[in-house]
T-cell receptor, first 115, second 111 residues
Framework: AQSVAQPEDQVNVAEGNPLTVKCTYS??????LFWYVQYPNRGLQFLLK????DNLVKGSYGFEAEFNKSQTSFHLKKPSALVSDSALYFC?????????????WGLGTSLAVNP | DGGITQSPKYLFRKEGQNVTLSCEQN?????MYWYRQDPGQGLRLIYY???????QKGDIAEGYSVSREKKESFPLTVTSAQKNPTAFYLC??????????FGPGTRLTVL
Protein backbone atom coordinates (compact mmCIF):
# COMPACT_ATOMS: atom_id res chain seq x y z
CA ALA A 1 0.00 0.00 0.00
CA GLN A 2 1.14 3.52 -0.71
CA SER A 3 1.99 5.51 2.38
CA VAL A 4 3.64 8.59 3.85
CA ALA A 5 5.53 8.48 7.12
CA GLN A 6 6.51 11.29 9.43
CA PRO A 7 8.61 9.32 11.89
CA GLU A 8 8.67 11.94 14.65
CA ASP A 9 5.47 12.90 16.44
CA GLN A 10 7.26 15.88 17.98
CA VAL A 11 10.41 17.84 17.27
CA ASN A 12 11.91 20.27 19.78
CA VAL A 13 14.49 22.85 18.77
CA ALA A 14 15.95 25.99 20.32
CA GLU A 15 15.26 29.32 18.70
CA GLY A 16 18.02 30.22 16.24
CA ASN A 17 19.04 26.61 15.66
CA PRO A 18 18.41 24.79 12.39
CA LEU A 19 15.35 22.56 12.24
CA THR A 20 14.46 19.45 10.26
CA VAL A 21 11.09 17.74 10.03
CA LYS A 22 11.32 14.37 8.34
CA CYS A 23 9.09 12.77 5.72
CA THR A 24 9.52 9.52 3.83
CA TYR A 25 7.14 7.95 1.36
CA SER A 26 6.33 4.69 -0.35
CA UNK A 27 4.65 5.69 -3.60
CA UNK A 28 5.34 4.37 -7.06
CA UNK A 29 6.43 6.53 -9.96
CA UNK A 30 7.44 10.16 -9.64
CA UNK A 31 4.99 11.67 -7.18
CA UNK A 32 4.37 15.31 -6.34
CA LEU A 33 5.44 16.16 -2.78
CA PHE A 34 3.98 18.85 -0.51
CA TRP A 35 4.50 20.42 2.91
CA TYR A 36 1.78 22.23 4.85
CA VAL A 37 1.73 23.96 8.24
CA GLN A 38 -1.21 24.19 10.64
CA TYR A 39 -1.49 26.60 13.56
CA PRO A 40 -3.93 25.75 16.38
CA ASN A 41 -7.60 25.78 15.31
CA ARG A 42 -6.69 26.98 11.83
CA GLY A 43 -6.71 25.50 8.36
CA LEU A 44 -3.60 24.18 6.65
CA GLN A 45 -1.29 26.62 4.92
CA PHE A 46 0.72 25.53 1.90
CA LEU A 47 4.50 25.88 2.37
CA LEU A 48 6.12 24.34 -0.69
CA LYS A 49 6.01 21.55 -3.24
CA UNK A 50 8.31 19.45 -5.39
CA UNK A 51 7.27 18.38 -8.86
CA UNK A 52 10.50 18.09 -10.80
CA UNK A 53 13.86 19.78 -11.19
CA ASP A 54 16.20 21.00 -8.47
CA ASN A 55 16.16 18.73 -5.43
CA LEU A 56 16.18 21.71 -3.06
CA VAL A 57 12.85 23.51 -3.05
CA LYS A 58 12.39 26.90 -1.40
CA GLY A 59 9.04 27.89 0.05
CA SER A 60 7.25 30.33 2.31
CA TYR A 61 8.55 31.79 5.62
CA GLY A 62 12.15 30.73 4.94
CA PHE A 63 11.40 27.02 4.76
CA GLU A 64 12.98 24.70 2.25
CA ALA A 65 12.78 21.00 1.54
CA GLU A 66 15.23 18.52 0.12
CA PHE A 67 14.00 15.78 -2.20
CA ASN A 68 16.04 12.57 -2.17
CA LYS A 69 14.79 10.06 -4.71
CA SER A 70 17.02 7.17 -3.64
CA GLN A 71 15.91 7.49 -0.02
CA THR A 72 12.32 8.44 -1.00
CA SER A 73 12.47 11.33 1.44
CA PHE A 74 11.35 14.94 1.42
CA HIS A 75 12.60 16.53 4.64
CA LEU A 76 11.53 20.05 5.59
CA LYS A 77 14.29 22.37 6.80
CA LYS A 78 14.90 25.87 8.05
CA PRO A 79 18.36 27.31 8.82
CA SER A 80 17.26 29.31 11.89
CA ALA A 81 14.07 28.46 13.78
CA LEU A 82 11.71 31.07 15.23
CA VAL A 83 9.34 30.63 18.17
CA SER A 84 6.54 31.52 15.75
CA ASP A 85 7.40 28.41 13.69
CA SER A 86 5.88 26.29 16.46
CA ALA A 87 3.00 24.47 14.77
CA LEU A 88 1.88 21.17 13.28
CA TYR A 89 3.53 20.21 9.99
CA PHE A 90 2.09 17.81 7.43
CA CYS A 91 3.78 16.08 4.52
CA UNK A 92 1.58 14.94 1.62
CA UNK A 93 2.29 12.98 -1.54
CA UNK A 94 0.27 12.80 -4.75
CA UNK A 95 0.90 9.70 -6.88
CA UNK A 96 1.37 10.28 -10.59
CA UNK A 97 0.85 6.70 -11.63
CA UNK A 98 -2.13 4.37 -11.46
CA UNK A 99 -5.79 5.20 -11.01
CA UNK A 100 -5.64 6.58 -7.47
CA UNK A 101 -4.08 10.05 -7.56
CA UNK A 102 -5.52 11.44 -4.35
CA UNK A 103 -3.20 13.05 -1.83
CA UNK A 104 -1.73 10.70 0.76
CA TRP A 105 -1.11 12.45 4.06
CA GLY A 106 1.36 11.89 6.84
CA LEU A 107 0.06 12.03 10.41
CA GLY A 108 1.83 15.27 11.18
CA THR A 109 4.77 16.39 13.28
CA SER A 110 4.39 18.89 16.08
CA LEU A 111 7.28 21.38 16.10
CA ALA A 112 8.08 23.22 19.29
CA VAL A 113 10.64 26.02 19.11
CA ASN A 114 11.87 27.02 22.54
CA PRO A 115 13.01 30.60 23.27
CA ASP B 1 -6.82 30.72 4.24
CA GLY B 2 -7.49 33.40 1.61
CA GLY B 3 -10.04 32.60 -1.07
CA ILE B 4 -11.80 29.79 0.78
CA THR B 5 -14.37 30.43 3.49
CA GLN B 6 -16.01 27.95 5.82
CA SER B 7 -18.94 28.59 8.09
CA PRO B 8 -19.72 28.37 10.85
CA LYS B 9 -16.43 28.33 12.75
CA TYR B 10 -18.03 26.35 15.59
CA LEU B 11 -21.08 24.11 15.33
CA PHE B 12 -22.92 22.11 17.93
CA ARG B 13 -25.14 19.18 17.04
CA LYS B 14 -27.63 17.29 19.10
CA GLU B 15 -28.01 13.55 18.76
CA GLY B 16 -30.10 12.62 15.72
CA GLN B 17 -29.68 15.97 13.98
CA ASN B 18 -28.37 16.60 10.50
CA VAL B 19 -26.12 19.62 10.15
CA THR B 20 -24.64 21.29 7.07
CA LEU B 21 -21.19 22.84 6.86
CA SER B 22 -20.63 25.52 4.28
CA CYS B 23 -17.59 25.86 2.00
CA GLU B 24 -17.21 28.60 -0.61
CA GLN B 25 -14.23 29.45 -2.80
CA ASN B 26 -13.51 32.35 -5.13
CA UNK B 27 -10.33 30.89 -6.64
CA UNK B 28 -12.09 29.55 -9.73
CA UNK B 29 -10.91 26.05 -8.85
CA UNK B 30 -12.63 23.08 -10.42
CA UNK B 31 -11.79 20.61 -7.65
CA MET B 32 -13.02 20.75 -4.06
CA TYR B 33 -12.47 18.44 -1.10
CA TRP B 34 -13.73 17.74 2.41
CA TYR B 35 -11.43 16.34 5.09
CA ARG B 36 -11.96 15.31 8.66
CA GLN B 37 -9.19 15.87 11.21
CA ASP B 38 -9.01 14.04 14.52
CA PRO B 39 -6.11 14.32 16.98
CA GLY B 40 -3.27 12.00 16.04
CA GLN B 41 -4.98 10.75 12.87
CA GLY B 42 -3.98 13.36 10.36
CA LEU B 43 -6.39 14.24 7.55
CA ARG B 44 -8.91 11.78 6.17
CA LEU B 45 -10.76 12.43 2.92
CA ILE B 46 -14.55 12.39 3.15
CA TYR B 47 -15.70 13.45 -0.35
CA TYR B 48 -14.22 15.23 -3.31
CA UNK B 49 -15.52 16.82 -6.47
CA UNK B 50 -13.54 17.41 -9.63
CA UNK B 51 -16.26 19.26 -11.51
CA UNK B 52 -19.69 20.74 -10.99
CA UNK B 53 -22.52 18.20 -10.58
CA UNK B 54 -20.09 15.37 -9.90
CA UNK B 55 -18.49 14.07 -6.71
CA GLN B 56 -16.85 10.90 -5.40
CA LYS B 57 -16.60 9.21 -2.04
CA GLY B 58 -13.34 9.43 -0.19
CA ASP B 59 -12.04 7.09 2.46
CA ILE B 60 -14.64 7.80 5.16
CA ALA B 61 -17.85 8.85 3.35
CA GLU B 62 -20.31 6.88 5.50
CA GLY B 63 -22.68 9.19 7.37
CA TYR B 64 -21.87 12.20 5.19
CA SER B 65 -23.38 13.68 2.03
CA VAL B 66 -22.38 16.49 -0.34
CA SER B 67 -23.63 18.41 -3.33
CA ARG B 68 -21.86 20.43 -6.01
CA GLU B 69 -24.45 22.53 -7.78
CA LYS B 70 -22.15 25.52 -8.25
CA LYS B 71 -18.44 25.73 -8.94
CA GLU B 72 -17.92 27.98 -5.93
CA SER B 73 -19.77 25.90 -3.34
CA PHE B 74 -19.36 22.41 -1.87
CA PRO B 75 -21.52 21.98 1.27
CA LEU B 76 -21.10 18.97 3.51
CA THR B 77 -24.00 17.48 5.46
CA VAL B 78 -23.22 15.42 8.53
CA THR B 79 -26.16 13.09 8.94
CA SER B 80 -27.47 11.31 12.00
CA ALA B 81 -25.95 8.13 10.57
CA GLN B 82 -22.48 9.45 11.42
CA LYS B 83 -22.00 8.01 14.88
CA ASN B 84 -18.93 9.94 15.93
CA PRO B 85 -19.05 13.31 14.19
CA THR B 86 -17.11 15.38 16.69
CA ALA B 87 -14.07 16.57 14.76
CA PHE B 88 -12.44 19.45 12.92
CA TYR B 89 -13.66 19.65 9.31
CA LEU B 90 -11.52 21.18 6.59
CA CYS B 91 -12.51 22.16 3.07
CA UNK B 92 -9.96 22.60 0.28
CA UNK B 93 -9.92 23.46 -3.39
CA UNK B 94 -7.44 23.14 -6.23
CA UNK B 95 -6.90 23.18 -9.95
CA UNK B 96 -6.98 19.56 -11.15
CA UNK B 97 -4.00 17.68 -9.75
CA UNK B 98 -2.42 20.82 -8.33
CA UNK B 99 -1.81 22.29 -4.87
CA UNK B 100 -4.78 22.15 -2.50
CA UNK B 101 -5.61 25.33 -0.59
CA PHE B 102 -7.55 25.10 2.64
CA GLY B 103 -10.26 27.02 4.40
CA PRO B 104 -10.08 27.93 8.12
CA GLY B 105 -12.11 24.90 9.24
CA THR B 106 -15.29 24.17 11.19
CA ARG B 107 -15.19 22.52 14.59
CA LEU B 108 -18.22 20.30 15.10
CA THR B 109 -19.15 19.11 18.56
CA VAL B 110 -21.93 16.67 19.42
CA LEU B 111 -23.81 17.57 22.59
Amino acid sequence: AQSVAQPEDQVNVAEGNPLTVKCTYSVSGNPYLFWYVQYPNRGLQFLLKYITGDNLVKGSYGFEAEFNKSQTSFHLKKPSALVSDSALYFCAVRPNAGNNRKLIWGLGTSLAVNP
Amino acid sequence: DGGITQSPKYLFRKEGQNVTLSCEQNLNHDAMYWYRQDPGQGLRLIYYSQIVNDFQKGDIAEGYSVSREKKESFPLTVTSAQKNPTAFYLCASSRPGDTQYFGPGTRLTVL
